[in-house]
Every structure is written in structure tokens, then in C-alpha cells.
């Protein structure tokens, strides 16, 4: 079983930075993809960014030139640099790893509290 424990959420005020963790327990070898999710106040969750185990990244639209998603493969982690920072970028984060293709399987963190506030 792989655990996902997701650090580095907090306050910042806005135009400011945080770097997000995603450290996983237990063997991910074989996953597809990486990535990080939000979800803020009223909203539903929605994908940030992703990366896939040959490395292409995605970040959706309202992040890019902001955000930056990585990986240390060695350590198991994944990480989300966050700079600019905006109000509406508040939301809890959360980590996922998942494989697409047999035998599948898809893991959650239980998320960081992001808040950009002055």
C-alpha cells in the first residue's frame, strides 16, 4: 500500500511563493502519471499540473508561467513550485500518483492548505 503525504502549504500573501511536497511511501514503480490537484472554497477539484513518468509536464492554463511541476524519482517525490502567487490560488492541494494501464491502481494524499491572503 503507498501513502502520499503532501508539506509545505500555508499563508503567504499574494505575489508570494511556496514549494510543495509529495513524498510517497511504498513502491510507485510502474506509474503513469504525477500530479497535483485543488480544490478551493465552493469549487470543485481541478487538475493543476501533471507529469508522466517520461517527464512531459502540464499545467493548466491559469497557472502556467507560475507554477512548476518536478520530480526526484530517487526520493519518490513530487513537488510543486508555486511563485506569483494569487488569492484565487487558495485551495486545498492534493497529490496524486496513479498507473493507467493493468494491473491499475491510484492514490490520494489528504491534501495541504494553500491560503494567499494579505
Known amino acids: 500500500q503507498v501513502q502520499l503525504v503532501e508539506s509545505g502549504g500555508g499563508l503567504v500573501q499574494p505575489g508570494g511563493s511556496l514549494r510543495l511536497s509529495c513524498a510517497a511511501s511504498?513502491?510507485?514503480?510502474?506509474?503513469?502519471?504525477m500530479g497535483w490537484y485543488r480544490q478551493g472554497p465552493g469549487k470543485e477539484r481541478e487538475s493543476v499540473a501533471t507529469?508522466?513518468?517520461?517527464?512531459?509536464?502540464n499545467v493548466v492554463d491559469s497557472v502556467k508561467g507560475r507554477f512548476t511541476i518536478s520530480t526526484d524519482n530517487a526520493k519518490n517525490t513530487v513537488y510543486l513550485q508555486m511563485n506569483s502567487l494569487l488569492p484565487e490560488d487558495t485551495a486545498v492541494y492534493y497529490c496524486?500518483?496513479?498507473?493507467?494501464?493493468?494491473?491499475?491502481?491510484?492514490?490520494w494524499g489528504k491534501g495541504t492548505l494553500v491560503t494567499v491572503s494579505s
Open positions: 496524486n500518483v496513479r498507473r493507467e494501464w493493468w494491473p491499475t491502481w491510484d492514490y
Open positions: 511504498g513502491s510507485i514503480s510502474g506509474f503513469t502519471v
Open positions: 507529469i508522466t513518468s517520461g517527464g512531459v509536464t
